[in-house]
C-alpha cells in the first residue's frame, strides 16, 4: 500500500512532525481538547456516585455500539 508507506515516511519525518506541532490549528486543538477534558472531569466530580456510574453504563454502552458498527461498517466493506 503506497499510502501508508507514505503516511509512515511523514510521520518518521521528524522536522515536519515539529512543524505541524507547532501550528496553530495543531495546539489550538490540544488546548481544546485539554480544556474539555478537565471542564467534564470538573462535571463528574460534581456529580453524585450514582449518576457517575449511570453515565459510566452509558459510556460502555456506546462504546460497545460504535465497535459493533465499525465491525459491521468492515464486514460491508469486504463483500
Known amino acids: ?8 515516511y511523514l510521520a518518521n519525518n521528524e522536522h515536519l512532525v515539529q ?6 490549528p495543531v495546539r489550538r486543538a490540544a488546548q481544546l481538547a485539554v480544556s474539555v477534558f478537565f471542564r467534564g472531569k470538573a462535571k463528574i466530580e460534581e456529580l453524585d456516585p450514582q449518576q457517575v456510574n449511570k453515565f459510566i453504563s452509558f459510556l460502555k ?4 455500539n460504535l465497535k ?3 465491525q459491521d461498517a468492515k464486514k460491508q466493506l469486504k463483500k
Open 68 to 70: 459493533e458498527g465499525i
Open 1 to 8: 500500500m503506497p499510502l501508508r508507506a507514505l503516511f509512515r
Open 61 to 64: 454502552k456506546f462504546n460497545e
Open 19 to 24: 512543524k505541524i506541532a507547532e501550528s496553530y
